[in-house]
């Protein structure tokens, strides 16, 4: 499994502890340690459902589960915000992350709010709604095909066409179709690294081709 904390694959080994049975059925934690010596941070799910033993692998086995919550840390498995994109587009990708557990629609609404105010920072789109933000960007050609693919997807998958205010008021709670917050959260990772990541590691890279340039005595690069 990988770490919540770290993101590093481990071998996990769990342990569990039964609580309480209700009318939903019995209730457990499940644990475990990350063995990163960087982290060894415990991840704890909360989970309703049945365990059995199974004495031919000599280990809990979950039967009919329920549900399986990650209670902590809390917040979803994605990579942290690189430091690059700025802070008032972060706050509301971190956000839409650790909600996604407890409510896809939140998560999706922040997500898109996000995605507006990304567009309007790196894409240079005009103030507007978010579908015919998304169209600008897509018809300047500025995007790999994958990308264009990618964010036209965001309109599609969050059917738009029925629930308009998901681009005229991105920040409404409004009903989720199936992995839409998922997917919101996938392009903008991919959006970050287009529009922040890369220019920022290209810049250190002319910087540092600058500074040879300099050092032998030939003008900088253009």
């Not at 475990?32 to 280990?59: D, E, R, T, W």
Request: with cysteine; proline share 7%; aromatic share 6%.
């Amino acid at each position: 499994m990988k770490c919540p904390h770290c993101l590093v694959e481990f071998h996990a080994s769990v342990s569990i502890t039964p609580l309480e049975k209700d009318v939903h059925g019995m209730w457990y934690i499940q644990s475990y340690k990350c063995p990163n010596n960087h982290c060894l941070k415990n991840i704890l799910y909360l989970v309703n459902g049945q365990y059995v033993y199974n004495h031919s692998a000599q280990k809990f086995d979950l039967s009919q589960p329920v549900s399986l919550r990650l209670i902590h840390p809390k917040g979803s498995m994605r990579p942290p915000v690189p430091i690059e994109v700025p802070t008032h587009i972060s706050v509301d990708y971190s956000e839409a992350c650790i909600v996604l557990a407890d409510s896809t629609k939140a998560s999706a609404a922040l997500s898109r709010r996000c995605l507006q105010n990304l567009l309007l920072d790196a894409a240079g789109v005009s103030k507007g709604d978010l579908s015919g933000q998304i169209q600008s960007v897509i018809d300047s050609g500025k995007l790999p095909s994958h990308l264009s693919d990618d964010i036209d997807a965001i309109r599609n998958i969050g059917n738009f066409a029925a629930h308009p205010n998901k681009s005229k008021s991105t920040g409404e709670i409004l009903e989720v179709e199936p992995n839409e917050a998922e997917w919101n959260l996938e392009v903008l990772e991919a959006l970050f690294d287009f529009y922040y990541v890369q220019p920022a590691k290209a810049a250190i890279r002319r910087a540092a081709l600058n500074a040879k340039l300099a050092d032998s005595g030939k003008p900088p690069m253009k």
